[in-house]
C-alpha cells in the first residue's frame, strides 16, 4: 500500500490483537485518551499505529520483549461512527508494518516516532502462484474438516492481488493466535512468513484429525475384532 508514512503516529496498545497489513480489525473506542487520539487523527492523516501489548509477556527474556513492543502495524481509519455515549466504533485498515523507534509521550496519548518495516525476499512469480494454490487448499480442507463456514474466507483470500495479501488475510481471518501473529508480523522475509502460515493450517487440519480418530468408538476405524 503506498501511503506515505509521517515520522510520528499515535499508538494504540491493544492486549492479543495484531492487525496485519492489507487486512481490517474493528475497534470499539471507550477510553478518554484513546477518544481524544482518534478525535485528533480524524482532523488530520487518520492514521495511528495498533500494538499488541501481550507480546510483552509472550518472551521471559527483556531483549524480547523489546524487539517484540517495537513491532506494530501502522493503519488508516476507513470508517468511524461515533456513539450517544461519547464511544466510538470504527474499522482499522493496515496500511504497513511498522517499527516503534522512540515513545515521544505518553499524554493525552501514547506518541511514537515510527519507521516503516518492508517485506523482504521477493518469490517468484510461478512459485507464489503455487504457493496460493497449496495455501487455499489447505483453507478448502480446513472448512470441510471443522464443518464451519469459512467459504467468505477463502473467496476473500481467492481475491487477493497477491500471495503476502493472501497470507495476511488468511491469518487475519483464520488464526485466533495473536502469539503467531505476531511471529509473523515481525518476519522480514516473505518466504517465511508464507511458510509460517502453511505450518499453522497444516497443525490446524492435523490436530482435527487427531481429535476425530480418537473420538471415534472403539473398533469403528474398519479394524477387525476379534
Given at each position: 500500500?503506498?501511503?506515505?508514512?509521517?515520522?510520528?503516529?499515535?499508538?494504540?496498545?491493544?492486549?492479543?490483537t495484531?492487525?496485519?497489513?492489507?487486512?481490517?480489525?474493528?475497534?470499539?473506542?471507550?477510553?478518554?485518551?484513546?477518544?481524544?487520539?482518534?478525535?485528533?487523527?480524524?482532523?488530520?492523516?487518520?492514521?495511528?499505529?495498533?500494538?499488541?501489548?501481550?507480546?510483552?509477556?509472550?518472551?521471559p527474556?527483556?531483549?524480547?520483549?523489546?524487539?517484540?513492543?517495537?513491532?506494530?502495524?501502522?493503519?488508516?481509519?476507513?470508517?468511524?461512527?461515533?456513539?450517544?455515549d461519547?464511544t466510538?466504533?470504527?474499522?482499522?485498515?493496515?496500511a504497513?508494518?511498522?517499527a516503534?523507534e522512540?515513545?515521544?509521550?505518553?499524554?493525552?496519548?501514547?506518541l511514537?516516532?515510527?519507521?516503516e518495516?518492508?517485506?523482504q525476499?521477493?518469490?517468484?512469480?510461478e512459485?507464489?502462484?503455487?504457493?496460493k494454490r497449496?495455501?487455499?487448499?489447505?483453507l478448502?480442507?480446513?472448512?470441510?474438516?471443522s464443518?464451519?463456514?469459512?467459504?467468505?474466507?477463502?473467496?476473500?483470500?481467492?481475491?487477493?492481488?497477491?500471495?503476502?495479501?493472501?497470507v495476511?488475510?488468511?491469518?487475519q481471518?483464520?488464526?485466533?493466535?495473536?502469539?503467531?501473529?505476531?511471529?509473523l508480523?515481525?518476519?522480514?522475509?516473505?518466504?517465511?512468513?508464507?511458510?509460517i502460515?502453511?505450518r499453522y493450517?497444516?497443525?490446524?487440519?492435523?490436530?482435527?484429525?487427531?481429535?476425530?480418530?480418537a473420538?471415534?468408538?472403539?473398533?469403528?476405524?474398519?479394524t477387525?475384532?476379534?
Amino acid at each position: 500500500m503506498q501511503i506515505p508514512l509521517p515520522e510520528a503516529l499515535p499508538v494504540m496498545e491493544l492486549s492479543g490483537t495484531v492487525l496485519l497489513p492489507n487486512t481490517v480489525v474493528p475497534l470499539y473506542i471507550f477510553e478518554k485518551r484513546y477518544r481524544r487520539m482518534l478525535a485528533d487523527v480524524l482532523a488530520s492523516h487518520r492514521m495511528f499505529a495498533l500494538a499488541n501489548s501481550d507480546a510483552e509477556a509472550t518472551y521471559p527474556s527483556k531483549e524480547d520483549k523489546t524487539r517484540l513492543l517495537r513491532i506494530a502495524t501502522a493503519g488508516i481509519v476507513r470508517m468511524s461512527a461515533l456513539n450517544s455515549d461519547g464511544t466510538s466504533t470504527l474499522m482499522l485498515l493496515g496500511a504497513k508494518r511498522v517499527a516503534i523507534e522512540a515513545n515521544l509521550s505518553s499524554a493525552p496519548y501514547p506518541l511514537a516516532r515510527i519507521s516503516e518495516v518492508p517485506s523482504q525476499g521477493a518469490i517468484p512469480t510461478e512459485a507464489a502462484e503455487f504457493l496460493k494454490r497449496r495455501l487455499l487448499r489447505l483453507l478448502s480442507k480446513l472448512e470441510e474438516l471443522s464443518g464451519l463456514e469459512r467459504n467468505s474466507m477463502i473467496e476473500i483470500c481467492q481475491a487477493a492481488p497477491d500471495l503476502e495479501t493472501m497470507v495476511h488475510l488468511a491469518m487475519q481471518c483464520g488464526c485466533p493466535s495473536s502469539f503467531v501473529n505476531q511471529r509473523l508480523l515481525e518476519t522480514r522475509d516473505l518466504a517465511a512468513r508464507v511458510d509460517i502460515a502453511l505450518r499453522y493450517f497444516e497443525r490446524q487440519i492435523s490436530s482435527i484429525q487427531l481429535n476425530s480418530e480418537a473420538s471415534k468408538p472403539f473398533g469403528s476405524s474398519g479394524t477387525m475384532e476379534n
